[in-house]
């Protein structure tokens, strides 16, 4: 190294990733000078201004220079100044330093690195899907109110961990938000964030390769958060020895970039390379940009003058006497709250961040509101919404507790009684719904993968160094908003980064957000294609709209004008009121009782079945007490007396765990209950059992299921479903399994109504994948055939052929036999599958109760995958058919698209089936990461709607929180109720 | 059942009517354009690029389909409604493959788009060789057929040879300007030439030694392999002007032909006979093209090798030959086990580094692209693959930031390779001129 390639006294490294800047000065082996700054992407003032520091060391002095990182590239290339890849930087000081390292991880500000150095250098970065990284933690301990040494001190008193999804930032907020919601502890949360970043670091980037020997963390995160390397520690089973944290670990890249600047020919003074930086002329690339929000200042005046037209009228508390209303909206990171007078105007209103714990928020704002009132104002009705509707409920003795989507459409209403749409966009979810014949006809969630709305704006402007309404206020003024598209919040981050690099103004980033923000709901969420299908009378509220900026886009997005109430952001609260006005009298807490009022949370693991729920039980002072994170009613600890309603994948479930199996003597198959299994699993079952195996199918898949196998999976972004299966396996090898089987299926049985029968090419040929990622698969016969198991003849030949290779003295006529009896089996279970569903629809109509087609795939029956709502729908009222269970009672039509596979086959004639029948709903199961149902999705929904029917859609990956399912649930109820005038039951 | 209605394209269309074409590869696909004009259809290719084209798109297609959906159907509409077509006398032309990919559905997802967007009378037609539509002004005769083989034929020698000429020009722009007049060239012969290999061979060979002609330096320059979805490998719409980002990097780009793609289908179709028992009367017609496509790409190498030039293809069938330890031949959805394949003979043809470029969230690149690159990593160390996803929302810097890693990684093992080398006797003034010779051999 640094051999006579240059002359220079001095090397000089430069690291400026997505966040902080970094410097290293060196002198032969020797470190004069070093600096970690945040550059609040003023990345070439703040480059300048490094420089400056060391120019009292080097003097006149000739320097070798470089740069690396992810926001130094432009920089470099706009200077001419050397650059290196910031990953290769790396692998540059750990050959030096450290050379018998097996394994560097990296966190930075956006970036996540793994880099294996034992058996050629293999390196990996995070693809452009992941969030587990310095900004993840940024965003997460912004969410808990605290700072970042804060969560990393409260992470080292965990007591336990919660599941958090680890993918990405937007999927663990939704895990997070309501943990806090429900009072769970800090300590817990803060150490379960870093839990959630080393499962993703591990899942996401070792892809298979096992993480061992002499472990290097490095990058800012990890030498900061002392709690992070913890997490790796206890995970990745390193004791002090094989984990090393260096001193430098915040400097690696930059210590990299000045040894590679050794190398290079050219050097520079100190004076020459300040220069060379500042004028280092912003690369603007002139593309990408947006028309102004405002063309004119007249525009803008216009703007402003419309909306303050929808303003309510507030009443002075002071003065007023008589009967006042009480509307609670604890949204999931704000509590608002809203006393209206009879003549609903408002006495008293209240709007903050609910900072984790909703309820010592409603505590001291009930405490200030009976203060004002005195004696001459009674609540005399009280109705609370939102995530915490539950909690604050029993906690202070509520009269109503109303789904949100009911509070909005109450309040819309009030400023716009024939309102077609409304569009509310809070701190994380966008909500709409679209109003026909005053009743909600269609209710739209975002995603989990493109919430983030406000608080990402929010989250942004901190960062750059503005409280949120100076940003929005900068984002008007925006010469050229920058175009950023309409993707989740971490496409977004890269693309900021871009347009920085670029030279964007604060204010052109801020309109350019907001246009963001503005796409996003209405191209993601909404999915429009123009205006006319939004309606004429729309209402938009929730506190984002607060912001102009954000106001002013989707004005000019749609291409007309809206409503925006001037309480936007208090419009859960102000519906919530108007709805306890037909209170007669009201229970909520009195004074007295609320000066005693206690609340108090701790964890406990449900014994109630083998799902062990991991309940937050709350207390209050009174006794009473409010459990959550139960997934069905035992938790709760009552006893089940009622007859359980029908249940089509309770059935399924049972059906298929309790085949049975006979002792055989030709070893054991083992058949993994995942993918295309959970519909076959009654036909390889028959064949290896008749064929004299000992049959093993791996069990119901759990959390830990997936966990196990994590390490294994190639794609991050494939369904939980797939990545699911590499847990199955280990469990099968762990369990002894001599052979496993799981078949290669083109195509899936031939249900002749389709164009095509395929499977899905992750459920056809995933076996291909598992050969070649899952190592402990060498220990076992795996077996993988490819086979037409629409042909009986050519299944037992291809079968007889492919098992000989691998078993001694199995004959073609067994294999004939098998496969006749193992097709039997097959036919026999789906028969029990039709005959239950006629069952449970015979007594839905006899009970008058309603029917749910929840529809999806075969394996969405699992326990962990499916998340239980199945049984949530059951607690909700309804009868659970399975949409294998029913379609064959409608007619077989023509879709408009290619009806190529058979799952989804099905699930467009149950559709139809729904359609047809005033008591029945359909709601369809998606799993993240399912390109199929991009297609089907739009299909399902449009057979629904043409019959004036609701289409439902649910999300599901690895969240677990059954929350925003049960809301989506009871909107879908409410607007039932709604629809048939029967008003109370929401 | 009711039959699924579709405009048809009908005979009396085709006197009138401007077909619009996307555009995957520029140069093969002007040759097969003209071929469809010399067949009475007047043809166009869209070669818009823009971001207004990626808007259309999310516009009317649903956001979570693949990318190369969006771009395509965004493409059509944004072109339907430029002005420029009389959109009542404009049909639109798409591939369309018939497997268990959701592409099978793109025909469909483009006839949603165009009703949403006011244009649901503007005929689709279906190139596919599945007969999955029929439309009486349009079809696939033999002849045709044949004659689109030949401009795939003269497309894939022309990338092949453009891409290992043009790093290396001494004269910039050179190349691009040759390959430009053969493709004019080649094209008008389309129309006026017979079907006729021989024919064929003679234009090769005369291509051969015109780009043989082209002055280039020698140096050594890191060669990038690259492969993926067929969409996003070739357009550059798709891939963010890939091609060029590499060379503007430095390095030599191959990218593996598209015959290799058309010999894959027939393939596909022969599986379903061999593993399932299926139209088995499909056999001899298939195997009869099979081979046919076979000995014409065996001839086409021979050329080249004779010529000594250039770097010759592989032939399919080695390349199925490779694959066979890692793959079954019956994984056919999307580019199925001709995505590892290829970079196994990217590997067996010396060149190491590989961009596997996917649409985010295809779902057969799961198991054929990244589901594979563990195991042809451990038997193959010196494969340095990195995986890019394209999306409407994936940021340019990252995509580069990953390809760059890949470049480092690429550099220092061609200098530690070229530190093993000059360890080997030589003579010191050849020695500079020889390096890529002696780097070639070593390297295969």
């Known amino acids: 190294m640094g051999n006579e390639s240059t002359v220079a006294e001095y090397s000089l490294g430069i690291d400026i990733g997505s966040t902080t800047a970094k410097i290293v000065l060196r002198k032969g082996e020797e470190v004069l000078f070093e600096r970690y700054e945040r550059h609040f992407s003023q990345v070439r003032e703040k480059t300048a201004e490094l420089l400056r520091l060391i120019s009292g060391i080097t003097g006149d002095s000739e320097i070798a220079a470089a740069i690396s990182g992810s926001a130094g590239l432009g920089l470099a290339e706009a200077a001419d100044i050397p650059f290196i890849q910031e990953v290769f930087a790396t692998g540059e000081v750990v050959k030096l330093k450290e050379p018998d390292t097996s394994c560097v991880i990296e966190l930075g500000g956006e970036d996540a690195k793994i880099i294996f150095l034992d058996g050629g250098l293999d390196e990996r970065m995070n693809g452009s899907c992941a969030g587990g990284t310095g900004a993840f933690i940024d965003q997460m301990a912004t969410l808990l109110n605290i700072t970042v040494d804060e969560l990393d001190t409260l992470s080292l008193d965990a007591g336990r961990l919660y599941p958090i999804a680890s993918r990405c930032g937007v999927f663990a907020k939704t895990d997070i938000q309501p943990l806090l919601n429900q009072g769970a502890r800090k300590e817990d949360v803060a150490a379960s964030i870093y839990q959630a970043v080393v499962n993703q670091t591990i899942a996401g980037l070792a892809q298979g390769k096992k993480i061992e020997g002499k472990v290097l963390f490095l990058g800012g995160p990890l030498y900061y958060c002392k709690g992070l390397g913890l997490r790796f520690k206890k995970t990745l089973n390193l004791d002090d020895e094989h984990a090393i944290f260096p001193e430098y670990g915040r400097y690696a890249v930059a210590l990299g970039a000045s040894y590679f600047a050794e190398k290079q020919q050219d050097t520079y003074t100190i004076d020459s390379l300040i220069t060379a930086v500042e004028n280092a002329g912003s690369v603007s690339s002139g593309k990408g940009r947006l028309k102004p929000l405002f063309a004119n200042a007249y525009e803008y005046r216009k703007f402003v003058d419309r909306h303050a037209k929808s303003a309510v009228k507030n009443a002075d508390i002071a003065e007023y006497k008589g009967k006042a209303y009480l509307g609670i909206d604890c949204g999931s990171t704000t509590t608002k709250l809203c006393l209206l007078t009879e003549n609903n105007e408002i006495l008293y209103s209240y709007y903050a961040s609910n900072q984790g714990n909703p309820v010592e928020i409603v505590r001291e704002q009930l405490t200030e509101i009976y203060k004002l009132l005195g004696d001459k104002i009674v609540i005399a009705g009280s109705a609370v919404t939102g995530y915490g509707e539950e909690l604050i409920k029993h906690a202070f003795s509520v009269d109503y507790g109303i789904v949100e989507t009911i509070a909005h459409y109450t309040a819309a209403k009030y400023f716009e009684p024939d309102v077609g749409f409304i569009l509310d966009i809070g701190g994380q979810d966008i909500k709409c719904f679209k109003i026909r014949n005053g009743a909600i006809d269609s209710i739209m969630l975002n995603e989990a993968c493109s919430s983030g709305c406000g608080s990402f704006l929010e989250t942004f402007a901190k960062a750059m160094g503005y409280s949120i309404e100076d940003f929005a206020e900068k984002g008007l003024h925006g010469n050229s908003p920058v175009d950023l598209g309409s993707r989740c919040t971490v496409f977004m981050n890269s693309s900021v980064k871009q347009s920085q690099k670029d030279g964007a103004s604060v204010e052109d980033i801020s309109a350019g957000l907001s246009i963001s923000v503005v796409k996003n709901a209405l191209y993601k969420v909404i999915r429009a294609s123009s205006a006319d299908e939004l309606g004429e009378k729309i209402v938009v509220q929730g506190g984002t709209f607060y912001n102009d900026a954000v106001l002013r886009a989707f004005e000019r997005e749609i291409g007309h004008n809206v409503i925006r109430p001037s309480i936007a952001g208090l419009m859960g609260a102000y519906g919530a009121a108007l709805y306890s006005k037909k209170c007669a009298k009201s229970n909520i807490i009195d004074s007295v009782s609320l000066k005693g009022f206690v609340h108090t949370s701790k964890s406990a693991v449900c014994q109630g079945c083998t799902n062990h729920c991991r309940l937050t039980v709350n207390s209050f002072g009174d006794g009473k007490k409010f459990i959550s994170g139960n997934q069905c009613e035992k938790g709760l600890g009552k006893a089940v007396t009622e007859e359980p309603l029908p249940n089509l994948y309770e059935f399924k479930r049972n059906y298929l765990t309790s085949l049975s199996s006979k002792e055989g003597t030709r070893g054991t198959v083992g058949l993994p209950l995942a993918l295309g299994m959970y519909e076959l699993l009654p036909l390889w079952h028959g064949i290896f059992t008749k064929l004299g195996f000992n049959v093993k199918v791996s069990p119901m898949s759990t959390r830990r299921t997936y966990e196990k196998g994590q390490f294994s999976i190639p794609s991050d972004t494939a369904c939980y479903p797939a990545k699911i299966m590499h847990g199955h396996i280990e469990a099968l090898i762990e369990d002894g399994a001599d052979a496993i089987f799981y078949p290669c299926l083109t195509y899936n049985m031939d249900e002749k109504m389709t164009d095509n029968h395929y499977n899905c090419p992750v459920v056809a040929y995933y076996s291909e994948l598992l050969k070649g990622n899952v190592d402990e698969l060498a220990k076992v016969k795996f077996l993988y055939p490819y086979l037409n198991i629409n042909n009986k003849k050519e299944l037992a030949k291809e079968l007889y052929t492919y098992l000989a290779k691998f078993f001694d003295g199995i004959t073609k006529a067994q294999v004939k036999k098998a496969v006749d009896f193992g097709l039997n089996e097959y036919d026999k279970y789906m028969q029990a599958v039709r005959d239950e569903g006629a069952r449970a629809l015979e007594f839905a109509r006899k009970n008058n109760k309603r029917i749910m087609i929840l529809a999806g795939r075969p394996y969405h029956i699992d326990a962990e995958i499916g998340h239980g709502i199945d049984k949530l729908a059951n607690s909700l009222g309804f009868v659970v058919v399975s949409e294998d269970s029913v379609f064959r009672l409608a007619e077989p039509f023509t879709v408009k698209v290619l009806n190529q596979w058979t799952y989804h086959a099905r699930l467009y004639r149950a559709a139809r089936y729904a359609a047809e029948h005033s008591d029945t709903e359909l709601v369809q199961l998606v799993s993240f990461g399912c390109g199929v149902d991009a297609i089907t999705t739009d299909e399902v929904r449009s057979i629904l709607e043409s019959e004036g029917k609701y289409y439902t859609q649910i999300k599901i990956d690895e969240i677990t929180n059954l929350g925003a399912v049960k809301i989506r649930l009871r909107s879908l109820i409410g607007a039932l109720d709604e629809r048939s005038g029967d008003n109370g039951r929401a | ?444």
């Open chain 2, 1 to 444: 059942m009711e039959e699924r209605k579709y405009v048809e394209f009908t005979e009396e269309m085709r006197k009138t009517y401007t077909i619009l074409a996307p555009n995957m590869l520029p140069r093969h696909f002007k040759m097969m354009m003209r071929v469809f004009a010399s067949y009475g259809y007047n043809i166009e290719l869209l070669e818009t690029t823009g971001h207004r084209i990626i808007e259309t798109g999310l516009k009317y297609v649903h956001n979570d389909t693949c990318y190369p959906a969006i771009l395509v159907i965004g493409q059509f509409i944004d072109a339907l409604k430029s002005g420029k077509y009389d959109v009542h006398k404009t049909a639109l032309i798409y591939f369309q493959t018939g497997g268990g990919c959701r592409a099978s559905n793109y025909i469909f997802l483009l006839r949603k788009a165009l009703q949403k967007a006011g244009y649901g009378f503007v005929p689709v037609i279906s190139i596919n060789l599945a007969g999955l539509e029929k439309h009486s002004g349009f079809k696939l005769t033999a002849p045709l057929l044949h004659r689109l083989f030949y401009a795939i034929i003269y497309g894939d020698v022309l990338m092949n040879i453009t891409n290992q000429c043009r790093p290396y020009e001494l004269n910039k722009g050179e190349t691009e300007r040759l390959a430009d007049k053969f493709t004019l060239e080649l094209a008008n012969k389309m129309q006026t030439e017979g079907v006729s290999f021989k024919k064929v061979k003679a234009n090769c060979k005369e291509m051969l030694e015109a780009f043989a002609k082209i002055p280039r330096s020698n140096e050594t320059k890191v060669k990038v392999g690259v492969v993926g979805e067929i969409y996003v490998k070739y357009s550059p719409l798709g891939n963010n002007n890939l091609e060029q980002f590499l060379l503007d990097e430095g390095a030599e780009v191959v990218v593996p032909g598209l015959l290799d793609f058309f010999m894959y289908c027939i393939v596909s179709n022969q599986t379903d006979i061999s593993l399932y028992g299926l139209h088995k009367m499909r056999k001899p017609v298939l195997d009869l093209v099979f081979n046919y496509l076979v000995k014409q790409q065996k001839e086409i190498i021979a050329l080249m090798e004779e010529d000594g030039n250039f770097a010759p293809p592989t032939p399919i069938t080695h390349t199925m030959e490779l694959i066979q330890d890692f793959m079954g031949l019956g994984t056919k959805m999307g580019e199925g086990w001709l995505l590892p394949a290829e970079m196994l003979e990217l590997n067996d043809e010396g060149v190491h580094n590989i961009v596997c470029t996917q649409p985010f969230g295809c779902l057969p690149n799961h198991i054929c692209g990244k589901g594979m690159m563990k195991p042809l990593k451990e038997k193959n160390p010196d494969m340095n693959i990195v995986a890019i996803d394209y999306d409407s929302g994936a940021s340019k810097v990252n995509q580069e930031n990953r390809i760059k890693l890949m470049l480092a990684n690429a550099r220092a093992n061609l200098e530690n390779k070229e530190r093993e080398n000059s360890v080997l006797p030589s003579d010191e003034n050849k020695n500079q001129k020889n390096s890529k010779k002696i780097l070639d051999k070593a390297e295969i």
